[in-house]
């Protein structure tokens, strides 16, 4: 019997143990991000690391004779509910199934691009060559995107949004509605 009881006491203060590990695990992880609670404020331009890229994606198709225009930066839960409503209340094509809160562009870490033919048209053409190098604009400035640490619409699986690049820094839109944003760094 006494021998069991220690048992179980061990037991217990190992199990303690591990409960306030896994705490302080999780806070450490936690620094990885600017943790500011629920109803922090919501950001106002573009994620620096965001911002920085895009310029840098801009540079870097321009340099293969691509030139691509941003047509979208962040947007406003108000903006993405009106835009929600396009095709659905109001006239148009369904662009979103993301309504206010639900898209990475409410937080700024998302842009949208398009591409500038010859004549200084904005396209929104797939297939466009104007390079002529037997590849398709889009695709080209996707995978530069891609390289640069951007997710791309393209590949998602539900809603295929080829203009739309993102980057989650691994945060979940419901993380990055209770509060939680990436660390600016
Ligand atoms: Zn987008």
């Known amino acids: 019997m006494k021998g069991s009881t220690g048992t179980l006491v061990i037991w217990i203060i190992l199990i303690i143990f591990l409960v306030i590990l896994f705490f302080l695990y999780n806070q450490l992880e936690d620094e990885d991000y600017l943790h500011l609670g629920t109803n922090a404020p919501m950001p106002t331009e573009l994620h620096p690391i965001v911002e920085e890229r895009k310029n840098i994606l801009v540079e870097q198709v321009s340099d293969i004779n691509i030139n691509i225009v941003i047509t979208e930066e962040i947007r406003t839960f108000e903006e993405q509910d009106q835009l929600y409503e396009q095709g659905r209340t109001t006239d148009g094509n369904i662009v979103t199934?993301?309504?206010?809160?639900?898209?990475?562009?409410?937080?700024?870490?998302?842009?949208?691009?398009?591409?500038?033919?010859?004549?200084?048209?904005?396209?929104?053409?797939?297939?466009?060559?104007?390079?002529?190098?037997?590849?398709?604009?889009?695709?080209?400035?996707?995978?530069?995107?891609?390289?640069?640490?951007?997710?791309?619409?393209?590949?998602f699986r539900n809603f295929r949004d080829y203009p739309h690049l993102q980057m989650t820094f691994d945060l979940s839109l419901r993380q990055l509605q209770s509060g939680i944003r990436p660390s600016s760094q």
């Open 97 to 155: 199934n993301a309504r206010g809160g639900e898209s990475y562009h409410n937080y700024g870490l998302a842009i949208d691009y398009a591409l500038e033919n010859e004549a200084a048209k904005i396209i929104w053409d797939v297939q466009y060559d104007g390079n002529n190098n037997g590849k398709s604009d889009w695709f080209e400035v996707a995978d530069i995107a891609k390289e640069l640490g951007f997710e791309w619409g393209g590949d």
